[in-house]
């Protein structure tokens, strides 16, 4: 039973860090290739950009390109059950990362405002950066599609939680979650074709291996709250050491 329970759970992992590449590759795949299709037809016409200008926009698909490699990396040692390349990150210095990584696609959706707001200073957590980086980034795109065509914010908060805790909450100012039980579970979906309901699962598999935890709920002002809670380094000047 016990050996049963623990392929049953690997299998499951497998699946999750199957459909999570799939989920976490799709855009960043799209991007480059539209990248390299803008930069051969600039290339084409009789004004072509100037050398240094064609490197440094091949410098941008070679970046999305390593970034891309590095998750797949990554999930490999997921789904091992080694929780990526866990090392001590400031969690400040995470969320100012998803800020960063995020930004070029919402940078087209004006009416959204993207908010990087409380910080911690000195909280230190024991994750993998990049995949803890992509988990809290599914949660601003989500926020994203729920605020749709209004205008809204979305905004990212580092903050102390309960004694030895610390936690990341991306809130927004949309229509909150339908279900905010059923959310988090894969498969769980109110896209219709649009969506899987990969995201937050994925997001739950990355923060639980890092021994954290991820909640949905909805905001008493109005709005989603995805919060992400994990053990903060003891030594941590943040406040929220015990
Ligand atoms: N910020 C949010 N506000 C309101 N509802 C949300 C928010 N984030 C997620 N949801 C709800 O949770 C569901 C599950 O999200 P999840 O990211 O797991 O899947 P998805 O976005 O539907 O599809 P995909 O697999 O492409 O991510 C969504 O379909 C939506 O109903
Ligand atoms: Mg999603």
Not at 3 to 18: H, I, P, Q
Not at 47 to 75: G, H, K, T, Y
Not at 131 to 152: C, F, H, P, S, T
């Amino acid at each position: 039973m016990e050996n049963f329970t623990s392929a049953r759970d690997k299998l499951l992992t497998l699946g999750l860090v199957g459909l999570g590449l799939a989920h976490e590759l799709n855009s960043p795949l799209t991007a480059t290739g539209l990248g390299l299709e803008l930069l051969a037809d600039r290339l084409r016409r009789p004004d072509p950009p100037s050398p240094a200008e064609a490197a440094e926009a091949v410098d941008r698909v070679l970046s999305r390109i390593r970034r891309m490699a590095a998750l797949v990396d990554r999930f490999r040692q997921f789904a091992r059950g080694e929780g990526g390349r866990p090392t001590w990150v400031e969690l400040d210095a995470v969320a100012d990362g998803v800020h960063a990584l995020v930004r070029p696609t919402l940078a087209e959706l004006t009416h959204i405002a993207l908010v990087r707001g409380d910080r911690l200073p000195g909280a230190t957590v024991y994750a993998d950066r990049l995949l803890l980086e992509q988990a809290l980034a599914i949660a601003v795109l989500n926020a994203a599609d729920a605020l749709g065509d209004r205008e809204g914010c979305i905004e990212l908060h580092v903050a102390p939680h309960r004694p030895g805790w610390v936690r990341v909450d991306v809130d927004d100012d949309g229509p909150g979650f339908d279900s905010v039980n059923d959310s988090v579970e894969l498969g769980f979906s109110t896209k219709g074709d649009d969506g899987m309901g990969v995201g937050l699962a994925l997001a739950k598999g990355i923060v639980e291996s890092a021994g954290g935890t991820l909640e949905a709920s909805n905001r008493d002002e109005g709005g989603a709250r995805l919060r992400t809670c994990l053990p903060v380094r003891p030594s941590a000047a943040g406040g929220a050491a015990d």
